[in-house]
């Protein structure tokens, strides 16, 4: 059986008052048959977790260093998210890939550090528009993949997440037969590492109003959320929609 994981990403969005939301996704979930988790900024993260006890919502956080101190001024150790009380990170967003510079290396080394921190590393793919219009989709995600994950990764501690970057805060997506390929393809790449059932999620403009159908591909086994996530009112129906798939 592999993981089931409705994930938000709220980004670079969200103060204290922001929290509330939690409570009420919290309190509209009490008790889902999928694993729901909320990947915040990182000043949010003791106060969430503290929130969040006792609640089926996960706390995450969006990025880790891949060193386990040191002097990185701004960067966060993922042994100091675990303490924050985050059980995962997203490690390789694309936002991440291109603000940062991160290439497949560094994600790797990010993801290793998470993984030995007793974190799930969401590990993030995606072509960019330009790629898919050339026709590399499949053959960019191949390099990322293989770049990204490190030896060590089990469906305990990794999750992949494809997101398409033209499809991130766009309002597009790629169509069912699109997402259907791509995750049919991931799915081959891991089980020929004996990964098999790592889960899978998509992200990108996942909405309520298009959750269901995206679940209903077999290889999808839930979504990272961004614009989304940020209010349990949209966040809500995707739990909602997974559980049903
Ligand atoms: P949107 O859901 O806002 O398109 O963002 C997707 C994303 O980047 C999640 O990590």
Redesign the pocket.
Known sequence: MRKRLAAG?W?MNGTSGSLSELEALAAAHPAPSVEVLICLPATLIERASRRAEGSAIAIGGQDCHAAASGAHTGDIAATMLVDAGASAV?VG???RRTDHAETSAHVAAKAIAAQSAGLTAII?IGETLQEREAGTTLSVLDDQLAGSLPDGADAGNTVI?Y?PVW????GLTPTIDQIDEVHRHLRARLAARGLADIAILY?????GSNAAEIFAVEDVDGA??????LTAADFSPIVTALEAS
């Open positions: 990403n980004k997203i967003h694309s936002e993030c997440a997101e499809a991130i805060g766009t992200g990108g403009s996942v909405k990272l959320v961004g614009g989304a996530s």
